[in-house]
Structures are given as structure tokens and as C-alpha cells.
């Protein structure tokens, strides 16, 4: 079986899209529901395809009624410019379907009518797919960039909150502009969930960054950046301060002074090997 075939069994079709095609089909919308299967396809396709070019672990792909999520086994532990390539391959997408588009309108192969129906899905798609909140294009785009500067679990942190601060505002703009959208409460019911579930989830999520950051396989390290901490600290509280695209080695200090240097390793092999899981570095000191 082939990456592409075997890519194919992993294509999975949310209720929420079932339910959009089944509409479409009763009410005889075959076009409009063909421009619209087409666009999400290759959007989500587009992601997977730049995630099989960095050989990452595809679980599944989940086809929406405006897009689409590709669910990976990578945990936040690849560099942050193939994240920013993968993310970026969906939206990407839209640039030549819509040039594709024109051509065809230009050369009268489809009609305008045809050719305005597919623009405003296309259009539609991409920008929904870029608004800032978790788990749209926008959102992950968002917390790359928290996590640029804030380590693993206050970047995610943050991005919850910029994410339901946004949501609240598209609540708002829904409320005022159009109340009996439904396909626009369609959408904001499945960011609320999605929000929720990774806020459910965010401590999770976390030691999932931590094992496959000590299981996981060698990877280039493009940045050493040292961690310093007090004797005194818990394990785990010195492994909340890891950070993405980062190697940290472990300068451990007590009264000002420098007493020894450990690296990363060695801390999450004690945490999830030895299970020193409230042991203080102090005490990892004396046990290595």
C-alpha cells in the first residue's frame, strides 16, 4: 500500500458534512454541494500532502462542512517552520482552485453563474479557515506564534484565551449582523466544542508534548536554550517552562550558585522512567 492509498483510508467524513450533503441532495443542490466537496478535498488535501512530504505520523482526516482538521501524531515536537508549511498548504490551496476557476470561466468551459457559485464558496472557506481560533488554520497559525515565545503549555494557555476572546467576538458579529444563520451556528457550536475539549484536555495534551519530546525519535536541534531553576523546584514544574523547537539544557542553582547542569533528558527519564514525579531537582541530584 502506498502513502496516497493509504492516505485515503484515513479520510473520515464528519456527521455535520453528512448532514450538508444529505441536505444538499434532498433540495437538489448537486452543484453547489460538487463546489463545495471539491474545495474542502483539496484543501485538507493539501495539508496531508505537506505533512507526507515531512513525513509525519497521519492519524486521520476529518472533512467539514467549511474545511476540514488533520489530526497527526506529532505532538508539537517538529520544527516550527514545517508546522507553518503543513498549516499553510490547506489555505494555500485556494489561490490556484480560484485561478483555475477563471480559466475555465474565460474560456467558457463553465458559466458565471457556475463560476460565482464556486469564488464564493472558495472565498468562504479560506476565510473561515483563517480566523483566529482553535482548531481553524488561523487558530494553529496563532499558536505557532505563542509558542515562539512562550513555553508549550502557557503558549496553549493563551491561545485558549485569544481563541474564546475571538469566538465571543464572531458571536457577537453573527448576533448583530445575521441571528438565523444557521450554517454560521453550525460552526460556532463546533468551535465552542473544540475549545472546550482542549481546554478539557490542555494538562493531557501537555505531557503528550513531554513523551514524545523523551520518546520520540532524534531530530535536528536548531536552538539550545538553557533553563535556570532553583534546587528547591518540582520535576514537573521545571518541564512546564519547555518550549517548542527548543533543546533546554538544565542549569540548577541554590543560593545564587551554580550546582550542577543536567540535560533534558535526564530530567524526563527520571519523571517518566524512574517516576520521580514530585521529587524536587535537588533530590534528582542526589539519586542520579
Partial sequence: MTKWTELMTKLHIH??????????????????????????FIHELGHATAAIYFSWRIRRIFLLPFGGTLEVDEHGNRPLNEEVVVILAGPLQHIWLQSAAWLLSVHAIIGPQLFEMFTFYNLTILVINLFPVWPLDGGKLMFLIFSKYYPYQKAQRIMLIFSCFNCALFIGGVLLVSPFQLSAWVLLTFLSISLYKEYRDRHYSHIRFLLERYYGKDREVFQLKPIIVCASDQIYDVMLRFKRGC??????EKDGKKMSQLDENEVLHAYFANKHTTSSMEELMMAL
Fill in 15 to 40: 456527521p455535520l458534512l453528512w448532514f450538508v450533503m444529505a441536505l444538499g441532495l434532498m433540495t437538489g443542490h448537486i452543484k453547489p454541494l460538487f463546489c463545495l466537496m471539491t474545495i474542502i
Fill in 247 to 252: 533543546k533546554h539544557p538544565i542549569v540548577i
